[in-house]
C-alpha cells in the first residue's frame, strides 16, 4: 500500500491520474456522491439551524467501505473531488464520513484542486493543497437544503391538488414557467399582413436587387405599407419612370471572433452543431475531461466542464498564438491577446473557460482514439478556443441607394476580404434573420441603371418561436435561473416529469405541465419568479464567497415559503384543475370548464357526474356540430365486459375509441383498432403477449395484452430469444445511427447488446433510426 491516498470522483480520472503520480500514490474513487439526505420528512430541522440528516448512498457502500480501508492504512489523504461546489460537498461529506469511522487519527488529510488533468496541472495541485473550503460547503448545503424543502412541501401539494407523481423543483418550476409563457403568448399572437416592395435590376451581366426604404421623403417602417392595395398605388405611382443612383455609401466592417466557451455556450453550440441533447453533452465534455485513452497513454482533453468563466490562462493564450503564427499567416495573429468578459448573470470567473489542454492536440491526431461524438463536440472546442485568439474578420460593405420617381430603393451586400478567425470557426444562433452577403455591381451616383422587374410581396407576422434546448439553456442563464451544472438536469426533469415534450426539437408543455405551472404562479407566485430565483443564487454565491452565512438565508426562505404552504392546503382541487368559461353546457344549461383528467385537459360540465357532457379542448364549432349530428355507432354483437351495457363508438382526444353506453357509471373502454400482437410472451407475467401500441404522442411502444393486470412494456420492438448473458427471456431490436441494427436486452442493469446490421448494410437497404 502507497503512503499517499487520493480520491476523486470517477474511476475514469483515477486511472488518467495513476500515470502521472505513480507507485507512491494509490488512487481511489467515490463514483460521484457519497452521502445524500435521508428521502423522509424532517431530513432538514427547521427548528434547529436546518441541521440535515445524512446517509451513505446504498449503491456507494462499497465504494465508502474501500476508501475508509485505505485510509486507515495511508499516511497521508488528499481529496481530489471535481473543482466546483458539488466537488467541495463531496470531499466534505467525505471527510465527515471518515471521522465517524474514526479512520483519521493524526493524518494528514488535504483538498487538491486542479482544472484540468495534465501532468503538469496535478502535479502543482499535490505539491499546493489546502483545506476543505467551508464557505463553499455551506453554499452547496443550502442549495441541497432549499431544493429539499421546496421539493418535501411543494411536491406532496401538488399530489393532493392536481395529481399523485407530480413534483416541484425551486429551479425546474420557473424554467416550466418560461415554456409555459412562451406557449401562451403564441396563443394569443394575431398575424399581421405587411407588404415590401422591391425592384429588381443588373449592370453587365451582374442582377441585384432592391428594396423600397423611402416613400415620398418618409422612410418607411415594417407596417407602412398596410395591404396589397397599398402596394400597388405604390407600383402604379412609380411603374415607367426612370431608375437613377442617389448615392453609393462604402464601408469596412469587422466581426470579432466568440469568446471561449462555457458551459452554457458549449451546451448552446452542440445542440445547434451537433444535434446533441444538453445531458449527452455533458458526459461526453466529463469524458473528455477525465481522460481519453491515446496512444501515449491516458490524458485529459478539455479542462473542467462546469464554468461560466470566459478566460484563459496565460500559459494556454502563449502556446495558441506560438501556434496561429506557425499555421496562419500573420494578419490572422492579433497584436495583442484578445479578452473577453462574460456576460452570464451571476458569472464566477474564477476558473478558466472550457479548452482543450494542449491547442497542439489537434482532432485529426486524436481522432483514431475518440467516438463519434467525443471528436465532434472534442473538435468544436479546440475550434472554438483556436480562434477565439485570432483577428477579427473583415468585410467590405456597400450601401446602394436607388431613386426611381418618389420611391427610394436600398439595396445592400457585403464581402469577405479577409476571412480571420473564420477560417476556423462561426457560431451559430437561433432563429436568425438571414444577412445580405450579396456581392454588388461597382455603382456610381448619378448612374442610370435598367428597371427589370418592380414588384411587391405579402408578409406575415410571426409567433416568437418556441424554446430549443439551446435557447433555453440561454434564457435560464440571463435570467439567472441555475447554475451551468444544473441546465441539463433541469431540462431532464421537466421532459422525465412529462411536463414538456419536445416537438420537431421545441419545447412545448404537456397539458400536465401547464396545470402545474398555473397553480405555481397563481399560489406560489413569488417563488416561481425570475428575479427571486436569481436573487436566490446571488445570496449562494455570496455565502461561497464567505460574505454572508447560510442559516439566515435559509431562516429568510422557510418563514414565508412554509407559512404559504400552510395557506394552500385549504385549496380545493377543483379551484386548481378546473378552469371556468363563459358558456353554457349544451346538454344540462350549467357552466362549462376547463378540467385536467387522465388523458390531458378537456372540457367538461361543472355538473358533473350528474351530466356527463364532455368534449375536446381544442374542438372547434364546425367538429362540434359534426359530432352532434353523427349518430353514436353501436357495436353490434358486444356488451360491455363490465356492466352488460351497450358497446358504442366513441371521440376523444385522441381519436374515436370503443367505450360503454352508461358513462361515468360505467368507464369501460378499449381501442377501435385491435392492437397488433407480436405474439411474443410477457417476460413479466408470462401469461399476456406483447402487443404493439401508441403512447399519447403517438409513440409506438409494446406492452402486456392483460394490462392493468400485467405492466410490462418496452419502447423497441420485442423478440422471442433469451439473453444469452443474463436469462431474460426477451430481446428487443434497436436501431440507431451510430451502431446500426442490434439486439439488445430490455434489462437496464445487463446491458447485453450485439449487433445484427451496421449502419452502412442499412443504409445499403433504404434503411434508418428507429
Known amino acids: 500500500m502507497a503512503d499517499n491516498l487520493l480520491i476523486v470522483e470517477s474511476p475514469s480520472k483515477a486511472k488518467t491520474l495513476k500515470k502521472y503520480l505513480g507507485k507512491d500514490f494509490e488512487i481511489l474513487a467515490s463514483y460521484g456522491h457519497v452521502r445524500g439526505l435521508v428521502r423522509k420528512d424532517g431530513s432538514v430541522d427547521v427548528d434547529h439551524d436546518f441541521a440535515m440528516k445524512y446517509q451513505v448512498i446504498p449503491k456507494n457502500a462499497k465504494h465508502v467501505d474501500a476508501i475508509v480501508s485505505a485510509v486507515k492504512a495511508a499516511k497521508n489523504v488528499y481529496l481530489a473531488t471535481d473543482p466546483d461546489r458539488e466537488g467541495e460537498a463531496i470531499s466534505w461529506h467525505l471527510l465527515e464520513i471518515l471521522k465517524g469511522k474514526k479512520a483519521l487519527g493524526e493524518k494528514l488529510v488535504k483538498r487538491v484542486v486542479f482544472h484540468e488533468i495534465t501532468e503538469s496541472a496535478v502535479k502543482a495541485a499535490v505539491a499546493h493543497p489546502r483545506d476543505v473550503d467551508s464557505h463553499l460547503v455551506n453554499a452547496q448545503q443550502a442549495r441541497s437544503a432549499l431544493d429539499y424543502l421546496v421539493g418535501f412541501n411543494l411536491s406532496p401539494l401538488l399530489w393532493r391538488k392536481v395529481r399523485s407523481g407530480l413534483s416541484a423543483g425551486r429551479v425546474q418550476s420557473p424554467a416550466l414557467r418560461l415554456i409555459c409563457e412562451r406557449e401562451r403568448e403564441i396563443r394569443a399572437f394575431t398575424a399581421q399582413e405587411y407588404w415590401t416592395v422591391h425592384l429588381d435590376s443588373h449592370k453587365g451581366k451582374q442582377k441585384f436587387g432592391a428594396r423600397l426604404n423611402e416613400w415620398r421623403g418618409k422612410k418607411l417602417e415594417q407596417f407602412d405599407v398596410p395591404n396589397e392595395a397599398t402596394q400597388a398605388e405604390i407600383l402604379a405611382a412609380i411603374e415607367g ?134 471528436y465532434k463536440l472534442y473538435e468544436m472546442i479546440w475550434k472554438r478556443t483556436l480562434a477565439s485568439q485570432m483577428s477579427a474578420a473583415r468585410f467590405d460593405t456597400t450601401g446602394v441607394d436607388i431613386g426611381v420617381g418618389e420611391a427610394v430603393f436600398r439595396a445592400s451586400g457585403q464581402v469577405l476580404v ?34 427589370d422587374k418592380l414588384y411587391g410581396e405579402q408578409h406575415f407576422t410571426q409567433p416568437p418561436p418556441r424554446y430549443s434546448e439551446a435557447s433555453l439553456v440561454k434564457a435560464l442563464e440571463e435570467f439567472g435561473i441555475g447554475r451551468p451544472s444544473t441546465y441539463a438536469s433541469i431540462i431532464s426533469t421537466l421532459k422525465d416529469r412529462e411536463y414538456v415534450i419536445l416537438d420537431k426539437k421545441r419545447f412545448l408543455p404537456t397539458d400536465t405541465g401547464e396545470v402545474v405551472n398555473k397553480f405555481l404562479t397563481e399560489h406560489f407566485a413569488q417563488y416561481v419568479d425570475y428575479q427571486f430565483t436569481s436573487k436566490l443564487e446571488d445570496k449562494l454565491d455570496e455565502i461561497s464567497n464567505g460574505e454572508r452565512d447560510w442559516i439566515p438565508v435559509m431562516e429568510e426562505f422557510w418563514k414565508g415559503f412554509s407559512e404559504q404552504v400552510e395557506e394552500k392546503k385549504a385549496l380545493k382541487r377543483s379551484e386548481v384543475t378546473h378552469e371556468a368559461l363563459d358558456e353554457a353546457c349544451p346538454k344540462c344549461g350549467k357552466q362549462l370548464t376547463i378540467r385536467l383528467g387522465k388523458r390531458g385537459r378537456f372540457i367538461g360540465c361543472s355538473g358533473y357526474p350528474e351530466c356527463d357532457y364532455t368534449r375536446d379542448l381544442n374542438e372547434t364549432a364546425e367538429q362540434r356540430a359534426e359530432a352532434e349530428a353523427e349518430a353514436p355507432q353501436v357495436i353490434e354483437g358486444r356488451v360491455c365486459p363490465l356492466d352488460g351495457g351497450q358497446l358504442v363508438v366513441k371521440s376523444g382526444r385522441y381519436g374515436k375509441f370503443i367505450g360503454c353506453a352508461n358513462y361515468p357509471k360505467c368507464k369501460h373502454i378499449e381501442p377501435l383498432e385491435k392492437p397488433k400482437d407480436t405474439g411474443v410472451t410477457c417476460p413479466q407475467c408470462k401469461v399476456g403477449t406483447l402487443t404493439e401500441r401508441k403512447s399519447r404522442y403517438g409513440k409506438l411502444f409494446y406492452s402486456c395484452n ?31 445511427k451510430r451502431r446500426g441494427l442490434e439486439k439488445v436486452c430490455p434489462q437496464k442493469e445487463c446491458g447485453y447488446s450485439v449487433v445484427v446490421k451496421t449502419p452502412e448494410q442499412l443504409a445499403a437497404e433504404g434503411g434508418g433510426e428507429g
Open 706 to 736: 392483460t394490462y392493468p393486470k400485467c405492466t410490462y412494456a418496452t419502447w423497441n420492438p420485442p423478440i422471442a430469444e433469451t439473453c444469452p448473458q443474463c436469462k431474460w427471456p426477451v430481446l428487443t431490436l434497436k436501431t440507431t
Open 241 to 374: 419612370q426612370p431608375a437613377t443612383v442617389l448615392n453609393v455609401e462604402k464601408k469596412r466592417k469587422n466581426r470579432n471572433p466568440a469568446a471561449p466557451f462555457t458551459t452554457s455556450t458549449m451546451q448552446q453550440e452542440a445542440v445547434r452543431k451537433l444535434g446533441m441533447t444538453t445531458d449527452r453533452t455533458m458526459r461526453t465534455a466529463q469524458q473528455l475531461y477525465e481522460g481519453i485513452a491515446l496512444g501515449d497513454g491516458t490524458t485529459g482533453l478539455i479542462t473542467y466542464m462546469r464554468t461560466d468563466s470566459v478566460a484563459l490562462a496565460n500559459e494556454a493564450v502563449a502556446e495558441i498564438r506560438e501556434y496561429i503564427g506557425n499555421t496562419f499567416d500573420a494578419e490572422s495573429l492579433p497584436a495583442s491577446p484578445p479578452v473577453y468578459k462574460s456576460k452570464a448573470k451571476n458569472a464566477q470567473e474564477a476558473h478558466e473557460a472550457i479548452r482543450p489542454t494542449s491547442i497542439l492536440r489537434t482532432p485529426e491526431s486524436v481522432k483514431a482514439f475518440l467516438s463519434a461524438e467525443q
Open 418 to 451: 479577409f476571412a480571420g478567425f473564420l477560417a476556423v470557426y462561426e457560431e451559430d444562433v437561433d432563429d436568425a434573420e438571414d444577412e445580405d452577403n450579396a456581392k454588388l455591381p461597382p455603382l456610381e451616383a448619378g448612374e442610370a441603371v435598367p428597371v
